[in-house]
């Protein structure tokens, strides 16, 4: 079992829908919780982090963490075929630690 | 926001060269930097952490020897690879974090995308 499963995808949706991409993550201890966005030929770039469960919303990003399932997700609401992109879940135990970064989900906004 | 500087963003050269590349933080004190590989439509691998003033700690299967990291500072990390090879062809990319206390995001830098020839 990998430490923090994704759905590779390729997660299809239509211009406007909500995108939800998942993760799942076996460190039960697990503390940080972030979504990176990577474009096709291009380097992660940071979209949201998440410490407590619940949601956390910036601008069309919502970040949902629940400790005890084990899960984070990210919803993207009205979707645009700009957010076509690599979607990639990392996980950190300790403050001072690494992250595990997930295998990452596509995601493809259909106009 | 946190900016993360890596150069160069690209290198062609010819097998055996020793090809350097810097990571800067241009905005905050980097405690940690990461070296990451990754290879076309593959996922992130994590090559070695690094954190300031200490020798850097290699992931599994990474060639100490051959990927050469230097964390002279706060704010400068560099990989060198030596004698490169062909099979050394790979995106490289760094990401940076300020300090530890709060658990802070890693920041990325642009990448270096290697070609040997």
């Known amino acids: 079992q990998k430490e923090v499963e994704q759905n590779s995808g390729p997660l299809s949706v239509p211009e406007g829908a909500i995108a939800s991409l998942n993760c799942t993550y076996s460190?039960?201890?697990?503390?940080?919780f972030f979504w990176y966005r990577q474009y096709s030929g291009k380097s992660p770039e940071l979209i949201m982090f998440?410490?407590?469960?619940g949601d956390k919303e910036d601008g069309r990003f919502t970040a949902q963490l629940n400790k005890a399932s084990q899960y984070v997700s990210l919803l993207i609401r009205d979707s645009q075929p700009s957010d076509s992109a690599t979607y990639l879940c990392?996980?950190?135990?300790?403050?001072?630690?690494?992250?595990?970064f997930g295998d990452g989900t596509t995601l493809t906004v259909k106009p | 926001g946190a900016v993360v500087s890596q150069h160069p963003s690209r290198v062609i050269c010819k097998s055996g060269t020793s090809v350097k590349i810097e990571c800067r933080s241009l905005?905050?004190?980097?405690?940690?930097m990461f070296w990451y590989r990754q290879f076309p439509k593959q996922s992130l691998m994590l090559m070695a952490t690094s954190n300031e003033g200490s020798k850097a700690t290699y992931e599994q299967g990474v060639e100490k020897d051959k990927f050469l990291i230097n964390h002279a500072s706060l704010t400068l990390s560099t990989l060198t690879v030596t004698s490169a090879h062909p099979e050394d062809s790979s995106f490289y990319i760094c990401?940076?974090?300020?300090?530890?206390?709060?658990?802070?995001?890693?920041?990325f830098g642009d990448g270096t995308r290697l070609s040997i020839l």
């Open positions: 998440i410490y407590s469960n």
């Open positions: 990401s940076a974090r300020a300090n530890d206390r709060g658990g802070q995001p890693q920041h």
């Open positions: 990392a996980v950190r135990k300790t403050n001072a630690g690494k992250s595990t």
């Open positions: 905005d905050f004190q980097a405690t940690t």
């Open positions: 460190d039960r201890g697990s503390q940080s």
